[in-house]
């Protein structure tokens, strides 16, 4: 049986700020890289993404003009196991791109209620993830 998994790929206005951000911030480790084509792999815990230079080489599979924040309408949930020592790293060394504070926040999902920590980072071209860890199992 194959481990299926979505691997999204951003576009960035420069390469190297992402690399930098993703990898010092977040922590990814790059996978692998064309440089010509502006493009990195990025992988961490089995979470993994691409980015790609909008002034690359490669190939383009854009539906519109790119206007920065990129990644309107969207937000990439991503579970954590410890938020708190996240949330600290991103704080040193980012805290401007914290777009949403951590927060215990309670969400109805059917009969049950998930309590979960979060927080959002805005990547420095917009796109917004949300770091979240399970606070207490969910209730009735």
């Given amino acids: 049986m194959s481990n299926l998994k979505l691997v999204p790929e951003l576009y960035c206005e420069d390469i190297e700020v ?36 909008i002034a690359g080489v490669g190939r383009r599979w854009l539906t519109g003009e790119m206007e920065k924040p990129f990644g309107r309408g969207v937000n990439f949930q991503w579970d954590v196991a410890d938020i708190d020592d996240l949330y600290s790293r991103v704080k040193a060394s980012a805290p401007n791109s914290i777009y949403l504070e951590l927060e215990t926040k309670e969400y109805q999902c059917a009969d049950l209620v998930a309590i979960q920590k979060q927080f959002i980072v805005q990547d420095p071209d917009g796109y917004l993830f949300r770091f979240c860890c399970d606070n207490s199992g969910a209730t009735k």
């Fill in 18 to 53: 992402t690399k930098k951000f993703y990898t010092e911030v977040f922590g990814f480790e790059v996978k692998y890289e064309r440089i010509e084509e502006q493009f990195v792999y990025f992988t961490l815990g089995g979470v993994d993404i691409m980015a790609e230079g």
